[in-house]
Nanobody
Framework: QVQLVESGGGLVQAGGSLRLSCAAS????????MGWFRQAPGKEREFVAA????????YYADAVKGRFIISRDNAKNTVYLQMNSLKPEDTAVYSC?????????????????WGQGTQVTVSP
């Protein structure tokens, strides 16, 4: 089992940057594929990015490709989401999630563990 706690959200102007962190408890962090999802008010939760257990493979949603970077530090049990060139439409609650298995998955139902989320607000 793993517990996840996000941090790093906040208010930023369009064009700015934020780095989200997700700290995981437990000794088996490197056994999990990690993902970031977001949910804006009145919208469905959507996939943002995912990273393999070793960090060697990453996937991104088209909406964030080229602007966001997902990374992980297995020694620190932490996954990061560097968000650059932020846009107002990136405003959402961002949550990290962990999935068992080897495949880097993008569907939220594949992820069994979730953090509480952190608010990101991008002003025009």
């Amino acid at each position: 089992q793993v517990q996840l706690v996000e941090s790093g959200g906040g208010l930023v102007q369009a064009g700015g940057s934020l780095r989200l962190s997700c700290a995981a408890s437990g000794r088996t962090f490197s056994s999990y594929v990690m993902g970031w999802f977001r949910q804006a008010p009145g919208k469905e939760r959507e996939f943002v990015a995912a990273i393999s257990r070793s960090g060697g493979t990453t996937y991104y949603a088209d909406a964030v490709k080229g602007r966001f970077i997902i990374s992980r530090d297995n020694a620190k049990n932490t996954v990061y989401l560097q968000m650059n060139s932020l846009k107002p439409e990136d405003t959402a609650v961002y949550s990290c999630a962990a999935a068992m298995g080897r495949a880097v998955v993008t569907d939220s139902y594949e992820y069994g563990y979730w953090g509480q989320g952190t608010q990101v607000t991008v002003s025009p």
